[in-house]
Structures are given as structure tokens and as C-alpha cells.
């Protein structure tokens, strides 16, 4: 089993920065592939970003390249997600979810992928 615990989120100026944090449980932590998912309002929910157990392989939606980057401390059990340049259609609750244990560079890129879910955490971006 693997809790998760998302943190970071805020009401940010457009252009401004925030950076998520998805604390988790469990020992394998570290073997797991970790996904962040957004939900704005009346939208479903997308990927944003995903990074595989070891760092090395990564993804991001076209929407947040060169803006957002996804990082991993598995010393720390930790998942990040910096977000620079914030434009206000990044306003939404954002999710980590993880899957796993993995060999290789490898992660999902659908929802229904990962079994562990964390309860969001509110991005709201004025403009």
C-alpha cells in the first residue's frame, strides 16, 4: 500500500511559481512510477507530467513544456512538480498518483493506470 500527500498549492500572480511536493508512505515508494494529474473546473482530468522510479525517463503534456518540471528524491519519498511562468488556465487541483514497482524507465500516461491517488491540492492563478 502507498498513501500519498500532495502540498504546495496557492493563489499565485500569472507568471509567478509554485512548487507541489507528493509526500509518500511505503517502502517501495522508490520502485514507483508517479503521475501529476490536473482537473480544472468542468474539464476532466489530464496528465501533466510523469516520471518514471529512477528520475531518468520523463513526460510532460505540450501545454506545461518548458514550464513545469517533475523531479523525484527517493531518499525522501518525495515527487515534485515545479511550476514557473503560471498562466491562469493552470488553475485547477492537481494530483499525484503512483503505480508500480517498475523495472526500467517507465510510467503510465492514463488515469485509470494508477492505483494510488492522492486528494489534490488547489492551484489558482489570477491573471
Known amino acids: 500500500q502507498v498513501q500519498l500527500v500532495e502540498s504546495g498549492g496557492g493563489l499565485v500572480q500569472a507568471g509567478g511559481s509554485l512548487r507541489l511536493s507528493c509526500a509518500a508512505s511505503?517502502?517501495?515508494?522508490?520502485?514507483?512510477?508517479v503521475g501529476w494529474f490536473r482537473r480544472a473546473p468542468g474539464k476532466e482530468r489530464v496528465l501533466v507530467a510523469a516520471?518514471?522510479?529512477?528520475?531518468?525517463?520523463?513526460y510532460y503534456a505540450d501545454s506545461v513544456k518548458g514550464r513545469f518540471t517533475i523531479s523525484r528524491d527517493n531518499a525522501k519519498n518525495t515527487v515534485y512538480l515545479q511550476m514557473n511562468s503560471l498562466k491562469p488556465e493552470d488553475t485547477a487541483v492537481y494530483y499525484c498518483?503512483?503505480?508500480?514497482?517498475?523495472?526500467?524507465?517507465?510510467?503510465?500516461?492514463?488515469?485509470?493506470?494508477?492505483?494510488?491517488w492522492g486528494q489534490g491540492t488547489q492551484v489558482t492563478v489570477s491573471s
Open positions: 511505503g517502502r517501495t515508494f522508490s520502485s514507483y512510477a
Open positions: 516520471i518514471s522510479w529512477s528520475g531518468a525517463s520523463t
Open positions: 498518483a503512483a503505480d508500480g514497482p517498475f523495472g526500467g524507465s517507465y510510467y503510465y500516461t492514463r488515469a485509470d493506470e494508477y492505483a494510488y
